[in-house]
C-alpha cells in the first residue's frame, strides 16, 4: 500500500517544494519556528508545540495523579493558552489532575477590569472552575488606591509583592498546592538577563528553576511554558483563535524591565535562538559558595520598642513566618506587611508625590463601610 | 492599486484608532508593483496619526522587533518579507507580542 499524504483542505495554488513543510512535505508551511529555524505548517506546528510541552512536564515530573492545580490566569496571551493546553494534554495523556482557574483582580480600572471579563469567558470556554481574589479583599487597597497614594513609579513593586501572595492565598483557600503560572522562555531569558545586568547574582540561580517551592510553603509553583517562545504562544493562539486580552496595564512597566525585553526582542531578531541559549546559560551558572560571615557577637541582643527581644538568627532561615500575616518571609515581616505599613501611615518612601487627600478618602471611606449600628 | 485587509492585534490598535481590521486601497508607486514595503510606508504614512506613535510600529525601516507579521496566515519571513508582491484580498496581520502574558 503506498502512503497518501495527509489532505490540505486549502490547497494553495502552486506551491513551490522549497516552500513545504519540512515534516510533513505535504502541506504549505506557515511558520518559521525560532527555536531551530524549521518551517513547519499549521497542523505539525500544533502537533509539535504540544507534544514539546508535554515533554516538559513530563520530563520535569511536574504534575502528580490526582493533584489539583491552579492556572494563574490574567486573562492575557500566555495564561489563555496554558489553561487551554493544560486541560487539553489533561485529557490526552490522562494526567489526572484538576484544573481550577485563578486569577488576582489588582483592582485597576479599565485594564484588570477588562482582562477578568475575559477569563470569564475562559471558564465556559474550558469548562474549568473559576476563582478570583482581590487585593481590596486582601490587603484593603486596591492598586489605584496605592498608585494615588504612593505614585505611579513603584506601582510595579507593589503589584508584584502582593500579587505573589495574593496566588498563594488564593491557592490555599481552594485547597490547592500548586500553582501554575504562563512564563514563558522570553520572561525567562529576560529575568536571566535583568539579573545579571544588576548584579542580583542571589536570583540568578533560581531564576531559571522551572518548579520552585520554599521549605516550609505548602505551595509550589511551575512552569510549563518555560521554553515556549513568545512568538509561537501568540501565534498557537492565533491559528486556534483563542480568546484572550492584550492590552498594556495602565501602569507603564517596570523602565529597566521594559529596556531588558527591548534588548531581548532586538537580539532574537538577529539570532533567533538567543532566547534559549540565555535560559541555558542560566541554567548552567553556578556560585561561587558565599564566604561565611564573622558571627556577630552572641551578646548582641536588639530590644524593641514594645519590649520583646530578638533572638540571635542563624543568618537566612527558609521557612520563616512573618510576624503580622503568617505569611512566608525571610524577616520578622514580610514585605508586603512592610509596604502595607508604609501605605498606612502614608509614609511610602515616595511621600513627596503621594496625594494625601486620596489616601485619607480611601481609608476613610473604608472605614465607614465597616460601621455598624 | 491593491486592495487588502490589514489587521493590529495584540493590542497594537490603540495606534489605529481603537480600531482592528482596516481595508485598504494601496497605491503604486509610478506603476510599480505593491510590495509589503509599500504597505507599511503607506501605513507609517497615512494611517499613524499621532507622529510620536510610529516608534511603536516601526524601528530601522522596518517592522519593530516584537511584532509578527503574517501574510495570508503565514509568517511573512517565509514569504520574503518587504518584498512579499501584494495581490488583491491578500490579509496582512501586525499582531504585537510585547504586552504582559
Redesign the interface.
Known amino acids: 500500500m503506498s502512503h497518501t499524504p495527509p489532505l490540505d483542505p486549502k490547497k494553495p495554488k502552486n506551491v513551490k517544494v522549497s516552500?513545504l513543510c519540512e515534516l510533513c512535505h505535504a502541506r504549505?508551511?506557515?511558520?518559521?519556528r525560532p527555536k531551530n529555524l524549521q518551517?513547519v505548517c499549521?497542523l505539525c506546528f500544533f502537533h509539535v508545540f504540544e507534544t514539546e510541552i508535554h515533554n516538559t512536564i513530563v520530563s520535569n515530573k511536574l504534575f502528580v495523579e490526582g493533584e489539583k492545580v491552579a492556572v494563574g490566569a490574567?486573562g492575557?496571551?500566555?495564561?489563555t493558552v496554558l489553561a487551554y493546553l493544560l486541560k487539553l494534554l489533561n485529557e490526552r495523556h490522562n494526567y489526572g489532575i484538576h484544573i481550577v482557574l485563578l486569577s488576582i483582580d489588582e483592582g485597576i480600572v479599565g485594564y484588570r477590569d477588562d482582562s477578568l471579563a475575559t477569563v470569564k469567558r475562559n471558564k465556559e470556554q474550558y469548562n474549568l472552575p473559576l476563582e478570583i481574589v482581590s487585593y481590596r479583599e486582601l490587603y484593603d487597597w486596591t492598586m489605584d488606591e496605592i498608585v494615588a497614594c504612593a505614585g505611579v513609579r513603584n506601582s510595579c513593586t507593589y503589584c508584584g509583592v502582593f500579587r505573589r501572595q495574593a496566588l498563594d492565598r488564593g491557592a490555599a483557600k481552594l485547597g490547592i498546592k500548586h500553582v501554575v503560572t504562563?512564563?514563558?522562555a522570553d520572561?525567562m531569558a529576560e529575568t536571566v538577563l535583568m539579573n545579571i545586568l544588576r548584579g542580583d547574582v542571589a536570583r540568578l540561580e533560581k531564576s531559571t528553576a522551572i518548579m520552585t517551592q520554599s521549605s516550609g510553603s505548602p505551595i509550589k509553583r511551575s512552569k510549563p511554558f518555560k521554553y515556549a517562545y513568545?512568538?509561537e504562544?501568540?501565534?498557537y493562539a492565533?491559528?486556534k483563535k483563542l480568546d484572550y486580552f492584550?492590552?498594556?496595564?495602565t501602569y507603564a512597566?517596570e523602565a529597566f524591565r521594559g529596556t531588558a525585553?527591548?534588548l531581548m526582542?532586538?537580539l532574537?531578531?538577529v539570532r533567533p535562538s538567543c532566547i534559549i541559549d540565555i535560559i541555558h546559560s542560566g541554567e548552567s551558572l553556578r556560585l561561587l559558595p558565599k564566604k561565611a560571615k564573622r558571627a556577630p557577637p552572641t551578646s548582641h541582643v536588639e530590644v524593641r520598642s514594645d519590649g520583646s527581644i530578638s533572638l540571635p538568627r542563624q543568618g537566612f532561615v527558609d521557612g520563616n513566618r512573618c510576624e503580622r500575616c503568617g505569611y512566608l518571609s525571610s524577616n520578622k515581616i514580610c514585605k508586603a506587611c512592610m509596604l502595607l505599613e508604609g501605605l498606612q501611615q502614608n509614609r511610602a518612601k515616595m511621600a513627596i508625590d503621594s496625594d494625601v487627600s486620596v489616601h485619607g478618602a480611601a481609608k476613610l471611606t473604608r472605614t465607614l463601610e465597616k460601621l455598624t449600628f | 492599486m491593491v486592495s487588502v485587509k490589514v489587521e493590529f492585534?495584540?493590542?497594537l490598535d490603540?495606534i489605529f484608532g481603537k480600531q482592528r481590521t482596516h481595508k485598504l486601497n494601496v497605491p503604486s508607486n509610478s506603476g510599480e508593483e505593491v510590495t509589503v514595503g509599500t504597505l507599511i510606508d503607506y501605513i507609517v504614512e497615512k494611517m499613524i496619526k499621532n507622529a510620536g506613535d510610529k516608534c511603536v510600529f516601526i524601528e530601522n525601516d522596518s517592522v519593530?522587533?516584537?511584532i509578527?507579521t503574517?501574510i495570508n496566515?503565514?509568517?511573512w519571513?517565509?514569504e520574503g518579507e518587504k518584498e512579499y508582491v501584494l495581490e488583491d484580498g491578500d490579509i496582512v496581520s501586525f499582531?504585537?507580542?510585547?504586552?504582559?502574558?
Open positions: 516552500q504549505k508551511a506557515l511558520i518559521k518551517k499549521k490574567s492575557g496571551k500566555d495564561s504562563g512564563h514563558n520572561d513568545q512568538k504562544i501568540v501565534l492565533h491559528y492584550s492590552t498594556e496595564c512597566p525585553r527591548e526582542k532586538n532574537e531578531a | 492585534l495584540g493590542g490603540v519593530r522587533p516584537g509578527l503574517l496566515d503565514t509568517d519571513e517565509l499582531t504585537s507580542t510585547l504586552h504582559g502574558g
